[in-house]
């Protein structure tokens, strides 16, 4: 128990040392005002603040990130399109709380159904959303699980798709992170959770942003807020800032107020300190081979072109840069066959590493290669 622990602790105590080495400004847990946080950068999932990050809690409607995954899910998969319309069950109809009053039978398009999920968090829409893709609520719910244990989310039971207050449907501020990372590699998404404003029913009913941050934060591209008497005020905010991309998740905040400014502390303590910046992949030598037709191997990178890495604001030029490949091997070499690695290095912290691969395959030179060798050579000095 005490390995698992600390294993969960070692991300934020890294981070502190490394932020305080660099002369970075840590942010205190107090500063935080809410139960449980995460800060995570979106493109390499690491965790650059945390606070009980692991407590399992109740979400409210940050549990529509999931929904929202696999609807996308199933759009790229060709499972269903945005122009498809779908009728409103019972069950979907009868949901509660915030909602935009579906009636039985009403038909809608999966387009307008994203809008009312993601703008307004209509738990009725997510249900007829979740309905379209699984069958049954139910189903889906357990396409949930399945999904959320792929993406190692194990602190999360779902009970259902839309957040409303259940026994035994927890997650964790970890783990809203780790699934809002997986939904915001679906640019489309950004289409509906950085609208302010928007209508459905031929406007008719009006669509206003749960997330308020989308008028005061500069940045702001999303994501999800929820808010229910168990689950208290939640938000996965996610925003972005010259390629640096931050995802920040608060759960159980007593007020709205404490919601937004939770998430706002966080999110700026990620831009002040930190940057994405792109470094060059060095020169990469070929390696010796015995016993091989020819003497060398070419290499190749896993990863053509510059490497995006996380570090402290103000360091990218301390990073180091290091090639790691055998001095020779021996044939025979298969195309693709791994070699070595680039790592990229500050100070102590391994900030990215980049696989090598044999570009091109050899065989192994055979007794009677080694009599035409022999005669090639012995022919080239007549």
């Known amino acids: 128990m005490g390995g698992k622990i600390w294993k969960r602790c070692v991300p934020l105590v890294l981070t502190a040392a490394l932020l305080w080495n660099l002369g970075g400004t840590a942010l205190a847990l107090d500063d935080v005002p809410a139960p449980s946080a995460v800060l995570m950068e979106a493109g390499t999932g690491r965790v650059l603040y945390e606070k009980n990050a692991h407590e399992q809690r ?66 009725d829409a997510a249900v007829v959303l979740a309905e379209y893709v699984a069958g049954s609520e139910e189903d889906f719910v357990s396409q949930m699980d399945q999904r959320a244990a792929q993406l190692g989310m194990e602190d999360t039971v779902f009970k259902n798709c839309n957040g409303l207050d259940e026994d035994g449907h927890v997650t964790s501020a970890y783990d809203v992170a780790l699934m809002s990372r997986a939904l915001i590699a679906h640019e489309k998404i950004f289409d509906y959770s950085q ?133 020779s091997i021996r044939a025979p070499v298969e195309e693709g066959q791994r070699l070595g690695e680039v790592v990229f290095r500050l100070g102590e912290d391994t900030l990215a590493q980049v696989p090598l691969y044999a570009s091109e395959g050899m065989e192994a030179l055979s007794l009677g290669g080694c009599f035409w060798e022999l005669l090639r050579s012995l022919c080239a000095f007549v």
Request: aromatic share 4%; with cysteine.
């Open 195 to 327: 609208v302010w404003m928007d209508s459905v029913r031929n406007g008719e009913t009006q669509l206003v942003n749960t997330n308020k941050l989308l008028k005061t934060y500069d940045g702001i591209t999303g994501l999800k807020t929820g808010t229910t008497g168990k689950a208290g005020s939640c938000i996965s905010a996610t925003a972005e800032r010259d390629g640096l991309s931050l995802i920040g998740v608060v759960l159980g905040a007593s007020s709205t107020k404490d919601r937004f400014d939770a998430a706002a502390k966080l999110l700026d303590y990620g831009f002040a300190n930190w940057a994405c910046v792109e470094l060059p992949m060095p020169s990469l030598p070929s390696v010796a081979v015995e016993n091989g037709v020819t003497d060398q191997v070419a290499v190749t990178a896993e990863t053509e072109g510059p490497i995006s890495v996380l570090v402290p604001k103000g360091q990218a030029e301390q990073v180091e840069t290091a090639v790691s490949l055998p001095e």
């Open 58 to 123: 109740p979400c409210a409607s940050i549990t529509k990130v999931m929904t929202l995954l696999l609807v996308m899910e199933a759009l790229d998969a060709g499972k269903i399109k945005l122009e498809d319309q779908v009728a409103a069950s019972a069950h979907a109809a009868s949901m509660g709380g915030s909602d935009i009053w579906l009636k039985e039978g009403e038909v809608m398009t999966v387009d307008d159904l994203l809008k009312a999920t993601v703008i307004m968090s209509a738990n």
